[in-house]
């Protein structure tokens, strides 16, 4: 019997180098490149699937505009609107001056208290007298002494004047119409918001299936222009009909662009409103090639 350092748990483990014993090193043996050829398939189908996590995520985040609905992509319509109304830089001022006004209101209940207070005063020093005094002939004594002293007073006092008992009731009714006036304005606001995210959203899915209605006209178009070109070169057809295609061609590919563009200005007019990158990939080529 000796002893073998295991190298799967760092141990030593006895071993049986006789006649007998050599299946067990055999056995040993292939029990450690098992274990490793485990670890190793292990992490192997760990990173597999990891990337293929990865590209699976990366292919849900693609869209052809030209084949896909854009609104099965987008975030949904009220997450779009609170996010517009929470990024509002107007909507943000408005909360700002309604809380201005509050402010104001609280101030202007408790402003009596102005005339109202109470005062103190606390004095400390050193007092000094000096007299004379005589009687008859003789001559004057003088007398002096010092002492130190502290001195207290206190004093409240009420200073209402007639305007401010008389107005009070107007001042706050002033204030209370501008907080009023404050959350109508964010109201407002907000629903303005509400208006043009909707308009937007619709927009953009509309000019989405415009763009790809245009794109399967334009590869009709395209496919006919081809059909025609091999009439023309084989005098099937005359040179007019020809140039009327070529015409058809050439209008579709502006028409194309013109949706395309449309698009894409729709798509990040959005993105502006609403405050977020939707991170779509835009497969959109500038001439649309049917595959």
């Not at 670890?39 to 052809?64: C, H, K, M, P, R």
């Not at 996010?83 to 201005?100: R, V």
């Not at 609280?106 to 606390?122: D, F, P």
């Amino acid at each position: 019997m000796t002893h073998f350092i295991d190298k799967c748990n760092g141990k030593h483990c006895p071993v049986d180098f006789e006649p007998n014993g050599v299946n067990n090193v055999c056995l040993f043996i292939l029990n450690c490149m098992s274990m490793r050829v485990t670890i190793s398939l292990y992490l192997a189908l760990s990173f597999w699937f990891v990337i293929a996590g990865t590209l699976t995520a990366q292919e849900n985040t693609v869209f052809d505009p030209l084949t896909g609905d854009i609104s099965s992509k987008l975030p949904a319509l009220e997450v779009l609107i609170d996010s517009a109304i929470a990024t509002n830089p107007q909507i943000i001022f408005s909360d700002q001056q309604l809380m201005i006004t509050e402010l104001k209101l609280r101030s202007k209940r408790i402003e009596w208290t102005r005339n109202i207070g109470l005062q103190a005063n606390v004095g400390y020093g050193n007092l000094f007298n000096y007299a004379t005094s005589s009687t008859g002939s003789i001559d004057p004594i003088p007398v002096a002494s010092s002492s130190s002293q502290t001195q207290y007073t206190t004093a409240f006092y009420i200073n209402l004047p007639f305007s401010t008992i008389a107005d009070r009731r107007n001042q706050l009714r002033l204030a209370k119409s501008e907080v009023i006036q404050a959350e109508s304005m964010i109201l407002s606001g907000k629903n303005e918001i509400r208006q043009l995210v909707i308009t937007q959203y619709n927009n953009l899915i509309l000019k989405q299936r415009l763009l790809s209605i245009k794109a399967k006209n334009l590869e009709s178009i395209r496919m006919n222009m081809q059909m025609g070109e091999k009439e023309f070169l084989n005098g099937v057809i005359p040179l007019s009909e020809y140039t009327n295609l070529s015409s058809s061609v050439a209008d579709s590919e502006a028409g194309y662009e013109n949706a395309r563009m449309e698009f894409l200005t729709a798509y990040m007019m959005l993105e502006e409103i609403v405050g977020i990158r939707f991170n779509l990939i835009n497969i959109i080529s500038d001439t649309y090639e049917h595959n």
